[in-house]
Nanobody, 127 residues
Framework: QVQLVESGGGLVQPGGSLSLSCTAS????????IGWFRQAPGREREAVSC????????RFEDSVKGRFTVSSDNAKNTVYLHMNNLKPEDTAVYYC????????????????????WGKGTLVTVSP
């Protein structure tokens, strides 16, 4: 059964750290381009990070660059988003997603064509 599931969200104080997991079932996650996105209350969804399928290179958006990192554990079919020095404006529902076609070709825009999504996990940064 094909599934993509995020976990690890919760309440954390400003300046704290939290790691999120994105675990795939029914397919091999690291053969696809993977994106992390978030949506804060009252705001549009925004990109956070992307991992390319072809070489596992990464990018981070300016809002999180220098504070967030990604890693993977292929044995667990899981990728992680490590969030450090969290700020109240990081409060959002965080999603992972993949581009099904990225196993076949390169896309110049790493975030393009994300067509399979997890349900999301809520991160709240508050004192």
């Amino acid at each position: 059964q094909v599934q993509l599931v995020e976990s690890g969200g919760g309440l954390v104080q400003p300046g704290g750290s939290l790691s999120l997991s994105c675990t795939a079932s029914g397919f091999t996650l690291d053969t696809y381009t993977i994106g992390w996105f978030r949506q804060a209350p009252g705001r549009e969804r925004e990109a956070v990070s992307c991992i390319r399928s072809e070489d596992h290179s990464t990018r981070f958006e300016d809002s999180v660059k220098g504070r967030f990192t990604v890693s993977s554990d292929n044995a667990k079919n899981t990728v992680y988003l490590h969030m450090n020095n969290l700020k109240p404006e990081d409060t959002a529902v965080y999603y992972c997603a993949i581009n099904w076609d990225s196993i076949h070709r390169h896309y110049d825009d790493c975030y393009y064509g994300m067509d399979y999504w997890g349900k999301g996990t809520l991160v709240t940064v508050s004192p």
